[in-house]
Nanobody
Framework: QVHLVESGGGLVQAGGSLRLACSAS?????????MGWFRQAPGKEREFVGM????????RVVESVKGRFTISRDNAENTVYLQMSNLKPEDTAVYYC?????????????????????WGQGTQVTVSS
């Protein structure tokens, strides 16, 4: 069982920045997993934000956050980050990290919730206008 924990959420003004972190407890190495970030706004379905591959720092993010959000890993810290800048009120949501143990061909990026095997409890991000 992989237990993921997100941190770094909070209240920020529009235009501000936050960095979310996702770590794992126990003898789990996040470098062995594709790691995804999702978010769920009130009254909406959970949606894919971005992901990073397991063996190389290749990432993909959705168009709505491109140029503002970046995903990275620190394998020494066993942590995955979501750096968010130029935040907008519409970025307000609970943000979740997720781990996918599968391997994929080089041109495929898992974006569906059901492709991810383990989930954190989420961290709230609120962007005020």
């Amino acid at each position: 069982q992989v237990h993921l924990v997100e941190s770094g959420g909070g209240l920020v003004q529009a235009g501000g920045s936050l960095r979310l972190a996702c770590s794992a407890s126990g003898h789990i190495f996040l470098s062995d997993y594709v790691m995804g970030w999702f978010r769920q706004a009130p009254g909406k379905e959970r949606e894919f934000v971005g992901m990073i591959r397991k063996n190389r720092p290749s990432t993909r993010v959705v168009e709505s956050v491109k140029g503002r959000f970046t995903i990275s890993r620190d394998n020494a810290e066993n942590t995955v980050y979501l750096q968010m800048s130029n935040l907008k009120p519409e970025d307000t949501a609970v943000y979740y990290c997720a781990a996918d143990r599968s391997s994929y061909p080089g041109n495929y990026y898992p974006t569906s919730l059901r492709e991810y095997d383990y989930w954190g409890q989420g961290t709230q991000v609120t962007v005020s206008s």
